[in-house]
């Protein structure tokens, strides 16, 4: 799906001048203030509700990488966050790893399982690309329902924050905190040096022209399949973080609305820009904390905010934003 | 009698069960692939619209005292009209944008239509009868097949049959086929496309309620059972292609029936066996068995 029309739209304009490390100057501008505001915020606001955030908002990034920069949507992401959850859930319970070690355990698995079924999905296109990864996500979900490693409806239970490094004891909510905070700007600054690498314009060379990204040489299904799998392994990343902060790794993390939740969250801030997958993801943990107790009415809201977004608000909070301003954020 | 050390009731109820659940994923699938046929959208909104069939059925029956039979007629129209009406609202807004799009919006109108339902009805399942004249069962020597099941195989297939009839071999069904393959051309003859699409989706959204209504007294009828089901038929079509009505009909029943054995055994792989089907076509025919390049 091209981004709405985001690039090229504002070329020449000052403003688009890269500054330092790809960045422009509003979006170094932009990333400062949401620097500032992770360092200020636990100070103001509960840390365990800014960690959701934080982990959600990774998730979208990793999720808004593929959609809003080679244009493939995935509808089945909740598989890489999900299982990325499990493993890292497994690796601190049950072989006593340290969190920092059991996040990439849980990236990497997340990473195979995106090199799995990336390989498949990437043999169709649009519509099918979508259904494809779709069902083979409810394929983990049943495989995750089964194994006896999830422990099925009950999910991995009591996980323990463990030590950071060996040493630093994450049980303190602040202590986890920062850890969280390091794993998203860490994460964050990676898939903005993806995008702006030349592997970065292969892809969204590929987005705006398929044909033409092949007439000039490229392996296009080369550049998919590793874009793919650089977005599975920063989900498990995402999820593997989750289960860590919330010691629990459930079905819920693998089953469908999960994916449709990270859909929703890039919708809402905007697809196709740097910052939007994090004030959308932002705004929906927001949105749902306060309608916890509404039970199914989150739902009928979430459907209402999809239909509002595709029908009227198709660049989402931040891309509005930038279009406003002219900048491209 | 014994097949493979399994007893012969055993296999042939779960072969049943198997062509049950292929009919579904025929009549979905071949709502789903004329759909997109005409308007290009991938219809998210398919399972809710098959729970909605299912729940008019009991909405008739506890409400207005309209049985079994009025319901399989009734069910679709209405259900259809409300298709109808999200197509004029909606859907048809979408047509110049990115095919995506229309997946986004059909997927949130399904969850905003499921969370209704589970705020009227709750998420346990609320029963609903099988009509008198078709319960009881039948005793085939081999097993006993309950009739109401033998019924749904058969009526699902002649309303597979009566879809691809209308589609092949009448004049509207010509028109359509013509407007799938150039709209902009069937509409310079003088052809009023954009209300062909609209009674397009009706139509398909009103297969799904059929469905639905036929799946009502075998499944309890709650407001998750399109949704669940929903992702299953996506694999089918992605297996079959959406190419043709016939496949699709084809790949439904036949993938119930390899779901059933499947059951039988290797009871593990049951839920999964499906989505392994489509990799190993994904894998060797990237097109679908019945989709052209």
Request: one cysteine or more.
């Given at each position: 799906m091209a981004a709405p029309a985001a690039a090229g739209a504002f070329e020449g304009i000052d403003?688009?001048?890269?500054?330092?490390?790809g960045f422009t100057r509003p979006q170094l501008i932009t990333f400062g203030l949401m620097l500032a505001f992770i360092l200020v915020a636990p100070f103001f606001l509960y840390p365990v509700f800014l960690m959701k955030v934080l982990c959600f908002a990774l998730f979208a990034c990793a999720f808004n990488l593929l959609i809003g920069y080679v244009g493939l949507l995935s509808f089945g992401h909740a598989a890489y966050f999900g299982m990325g959850g499990y493993l890292a859930g497994h690796a601190a319970k049950v072989w006593g790893a340290t969190p920092e070690v059991s996040i990439l355990i849980g990236g990497l698995v997340a990473g195979i399982l995106?090199?799995?079924?990336?390989?498949?999905?990437?043999?169709?296109?649009?519509?099918?690309?979508?259904?494809?990864?779709?069902?083979?996500?409810?394929?983990?979900?049943?495989?995750?329902?089964?194994?006896?490693?999830?422990?099925?409806?009950?999910?991995?239970?009591?996980?323990?924050?463990?030590?950071?490094?060996?040493?630093?004891?994450?049980?303190?909510?602040?202590?986890?905190?920062?850890?969280v905070a390091g794993v998203f700007i860490a994460a964050f600054l990676f898939i903005h040096r993806v995008i702006n690498s030349p592997f970065g314009q292969v892809m969204k060379a590929i987005r705006e022209n398929e044909p033409r990204a092949i007439s000039l040489g490229y392996r296009v299904d080369d550049y998919k399949l590793m874009a793919f799998i650089i977005s599975a392994a920063i989900s498990g990343v995402a999820g593997g973080t989750k289960s860590i902060v919330f010691g629990i790794a459930t079905l819920t993390d693998v089953f469908w609305s999960m994916s449709g939740e990270v859909v929703l969250m890039s919708l809402v801030g905007g697809l196709g820009t740097l910052f939007g997958p994090v004030a959308g993801a932002a705004i929906i943990i927001t949105m749902q904390n306060y309608l916890a107790e509404f039970g199914a009415w989150v739902t009928v809201i979430q459907g209402v905010i999809f239909v509002l977004c595709v029908l009227a608000f198709r660049r989402g909070v931040i891309g509005e934003i930038g279009r406003l301003l002219k900048v491209r954020l | 009698?014994?097949?493979?050390?399994?007893?012969?009731?055993?296999?042939?109820?779960?072969?049943?069960?198997?062509?049950?659940?292929?009919?579904?994923?025929?009549?979905?699938?071949?709502?789903?692939?004329?759909?997109?046929?005409?308007?290009?959208?991938?219809?998210?909104?398919?399972?809710?619209?098959?729970?909605?069939?299912?729940?008019a059925a009991w909405m008739l029956l506890n409400y207005f005292g309209i049985g079994y039979w009025g319901a399989l007629i009734l069910a679709p129209i209405i259900v259809g009209i409300t298709g109808i009406i999200l197509e004029r609202l909606m859907i048809a807004k979408l047509y110049k944008l990115d095919h995506l799009y229309g997946l986004l919006l059909t997927f949130g109108l399904g969850l905003i239509i499921e969370g209704?339902?589970?705020?009227?009805?709750?998420?346990?399942?609320?029963?609903?009868?099988?009509?008198?004249?078709?319960?009881?069962?039948?005793?085939?020597?081999?097993?006993?097949?309950?009739?109401?099941?033998?019924?749904?195989?058969?009526?699902?297939?002649?309303?597979?049959?009566?879809?691809?009839?209308?589609?092949?071999?009448?004049?509207?069904?010509s028109y359509l086929r013509a407007a799938t393959e150039n709209p902009a051309l069937v509409q310079a003859f003088g052809i009023n496309v954009p209300r062909m699409m609209t009674l397009t989706y009706g139509a398909g959204v009103a297969l799904a309620a059929f469905a639905g209504v036929?799946?009502?007294?075998?499944?309890?009828?709650?407001?998750?059972?399109?949704?669940?089901?929903?992702?299953?038929?996506?694999?089918?079509?992605?297996?079959?292609?959406?190419?043709?009505?016939?496949?699709?009909?084809?790949?439904?029943?036949?993938?119930?029936?390899?779901?059933?054995?499947?059951?039988?055994?290797?009871?593990?792989?049951?839920?999964?066996?499906?989505?392994?089907?489509?990799?190993?076509v994904l894998l060797a025919r990237p097109a679908g068995l019945f989709g052209r390049a």
């Amino acid at each position: 799906m091209a981004a709405p029309a985001a690039a090229g739209a504002f070329e020449g304009i000052d403003a688009e001048r890269e500054v330092i490390w790809g960045f422009t100057r509003p979006q170094l501008i932009t990333f400062g203030l949401m620097l500032a505001f992770i360092l200020v915020a636990p100070f103001f606001l509960y840390p365990v509700f800014l960690m959701k955030v934080l982990c959600f908002a990774l998730f979208a990034c990793a999720f808004n990488l593929l959609i809003g920069y080679v244009g493939l949507l995935s509808f089945g992401h909740a598989a890489y966050f999900g299982m990325g959850g499990y493993l890292a859930g497994h690796a601190a319970k049950v072989w006593g790893a340290t969190p920092e070690v059991s996040i990439l355990i849980g990236g990497l698995v997340a990473g195979i399982l995106g090199w799995l079924i990336g390989m498949l999905a990437i043999r169709r296109q649009g519509i099918y690309f979508a259904m494809i990864t779709l069902a083979m996500a409810q394929m983990v979900y049943f495989f995750c329902v089964q194994a006896p490693f999830t422990n099925g409806e009950d999910g991995i239970q009591a996980i323990p924050r463990g030590n950071f490094l060996g040493s630093v004891s994450m049980a303190a909510d602040m202590s986890m905190y920062w850890l969280v905070a390091g794993v998203f700007i860490a994460a964050f600054l990676f898939i903005h040096r993806v995008i702006n690498s030349p592997f970065g314009q292969v892809m969204k060379a590929i987005r705006e022209n398929e044909p033409r990204a092949i007439s000039l040489g490229y392996r296009v299904d080369d550049y998919k399949l590793m874009a793919f799998i650089i977005s599975a392994a920063i989900s498990g990343v995402a999820g593997g973080t989750k289960s860590i902060v919330f010691g629990i790794a459930t079905l819920t993390d693998v089953f469908w609305s999960m994916s449709g939740e990270v859909v929703l969250m890039s919708l809402v801030g905007g697809l196709g820009t740097l910052f939007g997958p994090v004030a959308g993801a932002a705004i929906i943990i927001t949105m749902q904390n306060y309608l916890a107790e509404f039970g199914a009415w989150v739902t009928v809201i979430q459907g209402v905010i999809f239909v509002l977004c595709v029908l009227a608000f198709r660049r989402g909070v931040i891309g509005e934003i930038g279009r406003l301003l002219k900048v491209r954020l | 009698m014994d097949f493979f050390g399994i007893p012969a009731p055993l296999l042939f109820g779960q072969l049943l069960l198997g062509l049950i659940n292929g009919a579904f994923y025929a009549l979905l699938s071949l709502g789903l692939a004329v759909i997109f046929g005409m308007l290009n959208v991938i219809n998210f909104t398919h399972g809710a619209q098959f729970m909605m069939g299912a729940f008019a059925a009991w909405m008739l029956l506890n409400y207005f005292g309209i049985g079994y039979w009025g319901a399989l007629i009734l069910a679709p129209i209405i259900v259809g009209i409300t298709g109808i009406i999200l197509e004029r609202l909606m859907i048809a807004k979408l047509y110049k944008l990115d095919h995506l799009y229309g997946l986004l919006l059909t997927f949130g109108l399904g969850l905003i239509i499921e969370g209704l339902f589970r705020n009227e009805f709750g998420s346990s399942g609320l029963p609903y009868r099988i009509p008198a004249e078709l319960q009881g069962a039948w005793d085939l020597g081999f097993m006993f097949m309950p009739i109401y099941r033998g019924w749904v195989v058969l009526v699902a297939f002649f309303a597979c049959l009566a879809t691809w009839l209308v589609i092949e071999k009448t004049k509207i069904g010509s028109y359509l086929r013509a407007a799938t393959e150039n709209p902009a051309l069937v509409q310079a003859f003088g052809i009023n496309v954009p209300r062909m699409m609209t009674l397009t989706y009706g139509a398909g959204v009103a297969l799904a309620a059929f469905a639905g209504v036929l799946a009502a007294p075998i499944y309890s009828v709650n407001p998750q059972m399109g949704s669940n089901l929903i992702i299953i038929v996506f694999a089918v079509v992605v297996i079959g292609g959406m190419g043709s009505i016939l496949g699709s009909v084809l790949t439904g029943f036949g993938l119930g029936v390899i779901e059933g054995l499947t059951k039988v055994f290797y009871p593990e792989a049951s839920s999964t066996v499906i989505f392994v089907v489509m990799a190993i076509v994904l894998l060797a025919r990237p097109a679908g068995l019945f989709g052209r390049a």
